[in-house]
C-alpha cells in the first residue's frame, strides 16, 4: 500500500468520525416531542447521515487525489482502495451507531435504532 491508498482510508475515517459526531449533535438538538415524532427525526436523520458517510469519501477522495494520479495502475489502486474505505466506513458508521445507542439507552440516542 502506497501513500495514495493510505490516504483513501484516512479520508474515510475523517468523514465517518465527523459525520458520527454531527449525528450525535443532531440527535441531541432534536427538543422531545409529547406524541414521539422526536423518535422519528432523529432516525431519519441518523441514516441520512450515514449515507454521506460514502458520498463524502467519494467525493472527497476523487477531488483531492484521483484527479491528480497519472499512472493508470495508481489510479485503478486508488479508486479500489477509496471503495474499499467507503463501504468499511460506512459500516463502522452503523457498528458505532448501535453501540452509542446502547450505552445511551435512557438518552436521545436511543432512538437512533
Not at 25 to 44: F, T
Not at 51 to 56: E, N
Not at 81 to 89: C, G, T, V, Y
Amino acid at each position: 500500500m502506497n501513500n495514495s491508498q493510505a490516504s483513501a482510508y484516512i479520508i474515510g475515517f475523517i468523514a465517518f468520525f465527523v459525520l458520527i459526531l454531527i449525528s450525535a449533535i443532531v440527535a441531541n438538538l432534536i427538543a422531545y416531542a409529547p406524541d414521539g415524532s422526536d423518535r422519528r427525526k432523529r432516525k431519519v436523520a441518523f441514516w441520512i447521515l450515514g449515507g454521506l458517510v460514502p458520498v463524502a469519501t467519494f467525493a472527497a477522495g476523487y477531488f483531492m487525489y484521483y484527479q491528480n494520479i497519472r499512472v493508470p495502475s495508481r489510479a485503478e489502486a486508488y479508486m479500489t482502495a477509496l471503495s474499499i474505505s467507503s463501504a468499511a466506513f460506512f459500516v463502522a458508521y452503523i457498528v458505532v451507531g448501535v453501540v452509542l445507542a446502547k450505552i445511551f439507552n435512557h438518552g436521545k440516542l436511543s432512538s437512533w435504532f
